[in-house]
């Protein structure tokens, strides 16, 4: 789905085509702009950005951290789907571009999975959606299945068939993943996890150390650590 952005003297706006259909597509359109709002966090360093929202889709009925954070900044059912947020912030730096880097150490944890064996093989594919959809911040198996044009239950049986789950596979990916990106890289604790589809640094800090026994910050020093 390609978005456009737009500049006048009052605002810069991210905005995203109104694609016929319903469900699926909303939960798309839901997860991409808690993705880019996300990504404003990192880049202004704040937890509250001052951004506006419009989604051309109704409200979600369930709850939700993004609704949480974002519910007074949303207008629902209106004629586009946008983020704007005041030119004055435009010329901010943005962190380092994580799009190339991603590539490499999502590459780099597949390899120490065994999921490179072969790339076109169906569990490849699986492992390869899974790893893009957890960036836009919801990761579950019905939009991976969705995303690849298969049905959950044949998803599950590629999986099955390897010897593991949607929520194992899931789990490894994110383990090596962030291991990588905290031994690797310099780029913030708080980008990573957003990365690796945790909607909270506490939340990622204490599964680290659930992988690993020790906190992030212990694995970006090299410290000594235990493998769970």
């Known amino acids: 789905m390609n978005s456009s952005i737009n500049e006048d003297e009052l605002f810069g706006t991210l905005e995203w085509p109104i694609l016929e259909g319903r469900g699926i597509w909303y939960q ?29 889709a109704p409200e979600p009925k ?9 519910g007074r900044k949303i207008q629902f059912n209106r004629l586009r789907n946008s983020i704007s947020i005041p030119a004055y ?8 571009n994580e799009d190339n880097l991603y590539t490499i150490i999502q590459t780099s944890a597949f390899r120490e999975l065994g999921l490179f064996q072969n790339r076109n093989s169906p569990m490849s594919r699986v492992a390869n959606e899974i790893a893009d959809t957890l960036k836009n911040g919801t990761c579950n198996l019905a939009q ?13 049986r590629v999986l099955e068939q390897e010897g593991t789950t949607f929520r194992k596979l899931t789990e490894n990916i994110r383990k090596t993943a962030a291991e990588r990106y905290l031994q690797s890289t310099n780029l913030p ?5 957003f990365l690796l589809g945790f909607s ?25 650590r235990s493998v769970n």
């Open 28 to 56: 798309s359109m839901y997860a991409r702009v808690g993705w880019a709002a996300r990504r404003f966090e990192i880049v202004l360093e704040t937890d509250h950005p001052p951004i506006d929202i419009e989604l051309a």
């Open 62 to 70: 369930d709850p939700s951290d993004f609704l949480e954070r974002y």
């Open 89 to 96: 912030l435009l010329s901010k730096r943005l962190p380092q």
């Open 144 to 156: 991976v299945a969705q995303n690849l044009g298969m049905s959950q239950r044949s998803v599950q």
């Open 189 to 193: 604790f708080k980008e990573i996890a």
């Open 200 to 224: 909270e640094l506490s939340t990622f800090s204490r599964a680290v150390k659930t992988w690993y026994g020790v906190p992030p910050r212990k694995i970006r020093e090299g410290g000594e």
